[in-house]
């Protein structure tokens, strides 16, 4: 008989499955101190707006902007690609769901034009808030210098999965170290899911790390691909990396989780598993502010064999600062997540992000098995 080898499996874990244990003194919400640092600069709240078409349009990158927190523009999405991205972002939102893939395919194939990269930025800066702008790898040579030139703040480069080390015979590695350098610009790299990834990646120099593969609500990873981690783990991971790192070198980098969050418990729970920052998707693709008008789809799509992204249904529930900040009338924790987390960081007796990183969490019943029947039969939980 032929002998099998067995792999051991490590446990991964979600938002479902931990829970947060008070701490042993609590504080006042309004005096803990939630700012994010990102190189040189500073965010008043730690949260990010992902670059995805139907999320982030420049005036929606103002609004968030002018509300303390950071928004990133696709410039590889209907913006850079159209000149009246509005009559595109119509067609998406109208269209049947048994055309969207195949009406996505032809919308993304439409050139870049490198004129419209300045512009959209320039818009953003004339707001009078910070610009940050995302490409992909084997783009970001070409539209980073482009993008600092116009006044981006930071640059993001963003890909389903994000290694140091990349094989390809059609084109050549991109040195993050060396787009760094020509940049002068805080660079935002991702993303990656593993301890050994993330550490080599801090190597290079970056001044953040978004973490996340598989979670998001409009990204079909998992399905298409199989390949992900789920976001507690992947975090927890990933932060051992950045203190490592840290320890080892001095220099800080930031950690940024990036999707699966929909309620101020996920945001949560993603600091107290090691995040600095957390960067969300459909949660403001359900404000009114929002370019996509309740829809919503994944940065994947322009791919012309194996779009994986999808787009989705998630309404519009409220205003960008309702959903940061509130007044809600839900019960459900996607509105006031800026209060959700002070409130929490308060309850668990952390001054800090950085303490907070540091609370005790459990493994623990998803909580809408654990005496929430009432809720779950009336549509509450």
């Not at 990933?238 to 080892?248: L, M, Q």
């Not at 070198?249 to 090691?274: E, Q």
């Not at 957390?278 to 779009?307: K, N």
Request: aromatic share 6%; charged share 20%; hydrophobic share 40%.
């Amino acid at each position: 008989m032929r002998n099998s080898v067995y792999r051991g499996l490590q446990r991964a874990y979600g938002y479902d499955e931990v829970a947060l244990v008070p701490g042993a003194i609590t504080i006042n919400p309004d005096q803990v101190d939630i700012t994010l640092s990102l190189g040189d600069k500073s965010l008043e709240i730690p949260i990010l707006a992902s670059a995805m078409d139907g999320v982030v349009d420049p005036q929606f990158a103002i609004a968030m902007g002018r509300l303390g927190g950071l928004a990133v523009l696709n410039l590889e999405g209907v913006h850079t690609r159209y000149e009246n991205p509005r009559a595109v972002l119509d067609r998406i939102v109208e269209a049947p769901p048994g055309e969207i893939t195949s009406l996505l395919q032809r919308i993304y194939s439409e050139p870049i034009k490198e004129r419209l990269v300045g512009e959209r930025i320039q818009e953003i800066k004339a707001g009078g808030v910070m610009a940050a702008a995302s490409a992909t790898p084997t783009t970001a040579l070409q539209f980073g210098p482009l993008a600092a030139e116009a006044g981006a703040d930071f640059f993001v480069v963003q890909s389903t999965v994000t290694t140091a080390r990349h094989l390809s015979r059609t084109y050549p590695l991109l040195s993050f170290t060396e787009l760094r350098r020509g940049l002068r610009i805080p660079l935002l790299v991702g993303n990656c899911v593993s301890y050994a990834a993330a550490l080599e990646l801090m190597e290079t120099g970056i001044e953040a790390l978004l973490v996340g593969v598989g979670p998001g609500a409009a990204c079909t990873s998992r399905q298409v691909l199989g390949i992900g981690v789920p976001q507690v783990t992947a975090t927890m991971d990933c932060a051992a990396a950045r203190d490592h790192y840290f320890k080892s070198s001095g220099r800080y980098v930031a950690l940024i989780t990036d999707g699966g969050m929909s309620t101020g418990g996920d945001v949560c729970k993603s600091f107290a598993s090691g995040a600095d920052g957390v960067m969300l998707g459909s949660p403001f693709a359900q404000s009114q502010e929002s370019p996509g008008r309740g829809y919503h789809w994944g940065m994947a799509t322009p791919h012309p064999a194996l779009p994986r992204g999808t787009r989705i249904r998630v309404g519009t529930r409220g205003t960008l600062e309702q959903i940061l900040f509130g007044p809600t009338s839900l019960t459900d924790g996607t509105q006031n997540l800026v209060g959700a987390l002070r409130m929490s960081m308060g309850m668990l007796g952390a001054r800090n992000i950085k303490e907070m990183q540091q609370v005790e969490m459990v493994i623990a019943p998803a909580i809408r098995t654990e005496g929430k029947a009432y809720q779950m039969a009336q549509g509450l939980a």
